[in-house]
């Protein structure tokens, strides 16, 4: 079995004109998923693929260091911090080489402060965009989104973790298994860690409840991961899948961390996109809220996003009337939300209304998940079993929605380079506006420009589609349009009038026919997929023109 996937490693590599990412995935330490990743560099070198080790953790394991002579070893970067010097892998250097494949260890670890990325897993990602392919390693409890049930069944607060999306986007995902007997025996005979760590490993993380849990975990991730990969976001027929999910957030939520996680597992479960929709109140406005709660939510958008969630920031004083918008125009079949804040009596008698509350009396056809995110008291330690609890939750269960067909597209099908413009001086909204809707609309060929102009700017009154993450999705559907038609703009130096974290640097437009909804679907879930990729940002990045950005996004299609 293990030859026949390094085979198919092998021929996914030579066809491939972007690095591929192969995970071996564990479940503890020990297990083997370093050495069995060393045996496929020594079997890739033997089939003549130029191969690296970028960087190996030996850990003192005899047997592993032994697998690494005969490789070729890229000398690691030296980094000073806090007067000790510290060893990191060098990108740079693995860069420069240009080899064909490199291997790469513990792919959720933090770099020291001053190295070129701040996670490993963003060296990766550097190296994947550089066109060289990568085999590496991590183990389960390193996902971000198992933080909360790793630490009610196994007891331990795991501090390096990694967004969800990368082992999602991996082309391969290889399961290191082992019994937890079998593990433990291996760590008795000193083949895990040195004598005077054993002792210790045996009474806390390789406890047997724990490695039962941990391993269960990893089977369970596995087999999300198959079923992700056999049922597409976009199938095959083009056709898209409603009842996509969303999380509402709040600058003051308490345990706002842990709805994400819950929303992006329940993500995986349904193999659903999901959303982050945070509604700015005027008393939550950037000049009043303090600036312990400025970081505080913008830690939680960010986090949204590392879980492969679409950011969305509106404003308004209308909270629940805005998140039943957003749900009906995205097609969300699922609302999560976090404790409402208490209300006293008297505001009650007076008729006021939890948002939960008014969600569940005004949505029709959505699931309503309340979760009780109340702060918990501190977790006791002691017997543990595996039993992945879910918050506690009120669910209003939804009518069933049919997937609805339509035509699949790509970025490179819908636009053309006619369609790309680019600033390199600050412009304003209305400009990017004008001209976009102009350039899709072929000059009024293909539509009616002052309809289409109308339409977008009727939508953006509804709520800004220029959000906090350097993205504008501004969209609008239009009646008698025979098919979606589009444009891409690229800015340098931002948009003047709009006020994000971020400055906006792409500008997805789109018009569709208001007689087929699922087409506007259909296309800002291909944007949102697509403006969230390292990889084409990059390439994109480096355009001068609307030539070579049509170039990068034509590459990007044919390496999906």
């Known amino acids: ?37 060393l045996q496929e560099a020594h079997r890739l070198q033997q089939e003549g693929v130029d191969v690296v080790v970028g960087l190996v953790e030996t ?28 060893e990191e892998m060098d990108v740079n250097a693995i860069l420069r080489r240009k ?72 082309d391969q995902i290889v399961n290191v298994d082992l019994t937890p007997e079998d593990l433990q025996e291996r760590l008795r005979e000193g083949k895990v860690y040195p004598a005077e760590r054993i002792s210790t490993a045996f009474d806390n993380f390789f406890k047997t409840p724990n490695l039962e849990n941990l391993r269960e975990l990893t089977l369970r991730e596995m087999a999300a991961q ?7 976001t976009l199938p095959e027929d083009g056709s898209i899948v409603p009842d996509q999910i969303m999380v509402c957030l709040s600058s003051q939520g308490p345990n706002s961390e842990m709805l994400l996680r819950y929303a992006s597992r329940l993500a995986g479960k349904l193999n659903r996109n999901w959303y982050a929709v945070y509604v700015q109140t005027p008393s939550e406005d950037a000049v009043v809220i303090d600036s312990r709660t400025q970081r505080l939510l913008s830690g939680v958008l960010t986090l949204a996003k590392e879980l492969g969630a679409m950011v969305f920031t509106y404003k308004g004083e209308d909270i629940a009337g805005t998140i039943l918008r957003f749900a009906r125009e995205y097609q969300v079949g699922h609302i999560v939300t976090g404790s409402p804040a208490r209300i006293s009596f008297w505001k009650r ?50 009518s069933q929605i049919p997937p609805a067909q339509t035509q699949k597209n790509t970025m490179s099908s819908l636009i053309n380079e006619s369609e790309i413009i680019i ?17 899709a609309c ?6 009616d420009f002052t ?64 007689e087929k909804p699922e087409v506007q679907l259909q296309l800002l879930s291909l944007a949102a997929r697509t403006f969230q990729n390292r990889y084409f940002l990059k390439s994109v990045e480096l355009a001068n023109d609307p030539h070579q950005v049509y170039s990068a996004i034509k590459e990007w299609d044919q390496s999906i």
């Open 349 to 398: 008698i007076m008729g006021k209304k939890s948002i939960p509350e008014l969600l569940m009396e005004q949505a029709r056809g959505v699931t309503i998940v309340a979760l009780d995110t109340k702060p918990q008291e501190a977790v006791v330690a002691g017997p543990t079993s595996f039993i992945e609890e879910e918050p506690q939750q009120v669910v209003k269960t939804p």
């Open 59 to 86: 850990h003192g394991r005899a047997e592993t260091a032994k697998l690494i002579e005969g490789l070729e070893v890229i000398p690691r970067f030296l980094q000073q911090h806090r007067g000790i010097i510290v």
């Open 451 to 514: 309809t289409g102009l109308v339409s977008v700017r009727e939508r953006e009154e509804q709520g800004s589609t220029f959000y906090s993450e350097g993205v504008a999705l501004p969209h609008a559907r239009i009646a008698g349009l025979d098919k979606p038609l589009v444009a891409l703009g690229l800015t340098k130096m931002g948009i003047s009038d709009v006020a994000t974290e971020k400055p906006i640097k792409y500008i997805f437009l789109s018009l569709s026919p208001l």
């Open 99 to 170: 080899p064909q494949v490199a291997m790469v260890d513990e792919l959720a670890h933090s770099n020291v402060p001053g190295s070129k990325n701040a996670k490993r897993y963003e060296d990766v990602q550097d190296l994947l965009a550089a066109g060289i392919h990568v085999v590496t390693t991590m183990n389960v409890q390193h996902l971000e989104s198992l933080y909360d049930v790793v630490e009610k069944t196994v007891r331990v607060k795991v501090r390096e973790r990694l967004p969800d999306s990368i082992l999602a986007e991996a």
């Open 1 to 37: 079995m293990a030859a026949e996937r390094a085979d198919d490693f092998l021929r996914m590599i030579r066809r491939s004109q972007r690095g591929r990412l192969k995970v071996y995935l564990g479940y503890a330490a020990g297990v083997g998923k370093t050495y069995l990743m």
């Open 226 to 232: 198959i079923d992700l990969r056999r049922h597409e």
């Open 423 to 439: 600033w390199d001086k600050p412009v304003d909204t209305a400009e990017v506006l004008e001209k976009l809707v102009k350039s």
């Open 442 to 447: 072929n000059n009024g060929l293909a539509c």
